[in-house]
């Protein structure tokens, strides 16, 4: 399994902009799909954004199109999530995660989690 530890989270106004960091373990993260996920309060974990194994390509949810964008440096072990012109519905905690497949956006498919960072997004 990887160990993820996020970062990055914190409280914002509506508009702002924040980026999450995930720092992973392990020598093979280059072969991992990595993804994150959110969770609001009261609502089911959903998929936000998702890059390949060695970051061939990625994908991110319609309600955060052209608001977000996943990246990944290799090199550093770290998957990153830049998120601008935020909502108060972007408020959640936002979970990094790994999966021994090429590509996925399915939190099922995803084996290793981190523990998860607050974004609230104030009005």
């Known amino acids: 399994q990887v160990q993820l530890v996020e970062s990055g989270g914190g409280v914002v106004q509506a508009g702002g902009s924040l980026r999450l960091s995930c720092a992973a373990s392990?020598?093979?993260?280059?072969?991992?799909?990595m993804g994150w996920f959110r969770q609001a309060p009261g609502k089911e974990r959903e998929f936000a954004a998702a890059?390949?194994?060695?970051?061939?390509?990625?994908s991110v949810a319609a309600s955060v199109s052209g608001r977000f964008t996943i990246s990944r440096d290799d090199a550093k072990n770290t998957v990153y999530l830049q998120m601008n012109s935020l909502k108060p519905e972007d408020t959640a905690v936002y979970y990094c995660?790994?999966?021994?497949?090429?590509?996925?956006?399915?939190?099922?498919?995803?084996?290793?989690w981190g523990q998860g960072t607050q974004v609230t997004v104030s009005s």
């Open positions: 890059i390949s194994a060695y970051a061939h390509s990625a």
């Open positions: 995660a790994a999966s021994d497949r090429y590509m996925s956006t399915k939190s099922a498919d995803f084996g290793s």
């Open positions: 392990g020598r093979t993260f280059s072969r991992y799909a």
